[in-house]
């Protein structure tokens, strides 16, 4: 169920893998995605599944991805807003965010019980949706963060055109790589990496390469086949 799994004070942090859940092939088997072809039955079974081992009892704050740069505030009500990234100060409140390639990004500072979730793509990494849900966990309160880089397609197998590795180095040099094939790529990781420690954030890298990863959805590797893992973060109540 978990490619990682982790606790920092009264905080719990986990990346999913492709096990234990209930969808059927090619998506098997605990697929994530909100959407695609898979059976919405199973979907909605793996986020149940997930949920109860994760976070028993829990809310849960969804995001409908777009790639942007916006950041909200989780919203225990079930709302589901079009944004890639989400950051909260209560207790018992799971923020989850969906890749297959993309960059996963959990945050927390466990002395103030600020935590978020984000996810970066080529265009949230170009964009800064990291940095911008490092920025609103400070307005919450938060001081010394930890931020948790994910699975994703790491900078040997994301090949891209010449001009959008230009367009995105240019706003993040770090990211600017070669694939292994010796073409233009880009590290979205080291791109986040950078981000982060820019913004003072001390960074763990959780990362392997989804494509390499048989255990680990990729969407370069399998195209529409390719379901969805998450990054799901949250805070213990009665612990502080
Ligand atoms: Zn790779």
Redesign the pocket.
């Known amino acids: 169920m978990y490619a990682n799994r982790f606790s920092l004070g009264p905080v719990d942090l986990a990346f999913t893998d492709r096990y234990d859940g209930v969808s059927g092939a090619p998506f098997d088997s605990l697929n994530l995605a909100l959407e695609g072809a898979d059976d919405p039955d199973a979907r909605a079974e793996n986020l149940r599944i997930v949920l109860a081992d994760f976070a028993p009892g829990a809310g849960l704050a969804d995001l409908h991805q777009v790639h942007g740069s916006e950041v909200v505030l989780a919203d225990p009500a079930g709302a589901r807003p079009d944004c890639d990234a989400v950051v909260t100060d209560r207790a018992d409140l799971v923020l989850m965010v969906r890749a297959a390639d993309c960059v996963p990004v959990l945050l927390a500072d466990p002395a103030t019980g600020v935590v978020g979730a984000a996810h970066a793509g080529r265009k949230g990494l170009a964009s800064g949706v990291v940095p911008a849900a490092v920025a609103r966990m400070r307005e919450l309160g938060a001081r010394d963060i930890t931020g948790w880089i994910g699975p994703h ?2 900078g ?2 994301y090949e891209v055109p010449e001009g959008m590795r230009t367009e995105v180095s240019a706003r993040v040099p770090e990211a600017a790589a070669t694939s292994s094939w010796g073409t233009p790529s880009l590290d979205l990781g080291a791109g986040v990496q950078a981000q982060l420690t820019a913004a003072g954030v001390q960074v763990v890298d959780a990362s392997r ?1 989804t ?2 990863s048989a255990d680990l959805y990729s969407h370069r590797r399998d195209g529409a086949r390719a379901g969805r893992q998450a990054g799901l973060v949250r805070i213990r109540s009665g612990v502080r």
Request: proline share 0%; charged share 30%; with cysteine.
């Open positions: 397609v790491c040997a197998c390469c494509r390499e």
